[in-house]
């Protein structure tokens, strides 16, 4: 028969001790990252209907994409998509079974985060 006393029963141990780990933290936010660059997509998406519609839709789109929050918003999709790019090379290589050991797991995290922030400032520094 089923345990009718279900709450009742106390939660497991491990919900107390357990400590975020990096690669899971880092694996979450490529996650993130995916989909917000779908929305960062759409955006510029809009933007370019909005250029084969009319001067003023345009007008309208490109106010909105300009202004000080249209560019944080690109500024975190150029940090985005290259977190995205370094995480996905990262899962490419351990697809090879290949620096699966936790001291270089977490390098390799640590080497997407401040790859991801050294080469947005070289993109936007260059453009």
């Known amino acids: 028969m089923a345990d009718v006393n279900r709450g009742n029963r106390p939660l497991s141990p ?3 001790i357990y400590r975020p780990q990096l690669t899971s933290m880092t694996s979450i936010l490529t996650r993130i990252t ?3 660059l779908l929305i960062s997509a759409l955006l510029i998406v809009w933007w370019f209907l909005a250029a ?3 001067a003023d839709y345009f007008a309208t789109a490109n106010a909105v994409l300009t202004s000080w929050f249209g560019d944080l918003v690109m500024f975190l999709s150029v940090l985005g998509l290259w977190y995205h790019t370094l995480a996905g090379i990262r899962h490419l290589i351990w697809d090879n079974a290949v620096a699966m050991d936790i001291p270089t797991a977490e390098k390799l ?3 997407c985060l401040g790859g991801s922030v050294f080469l947005t400032l070289v993109t936007v520094i260059a453009v």
């Open 14 to 16: 491990h919900l107390t």
């Open 34 to 36: 995916g989909n917000a």
């Open 52 to 54: 084969s519609t009319n």
């Open 109 to 111: 995290g640590w080497a």
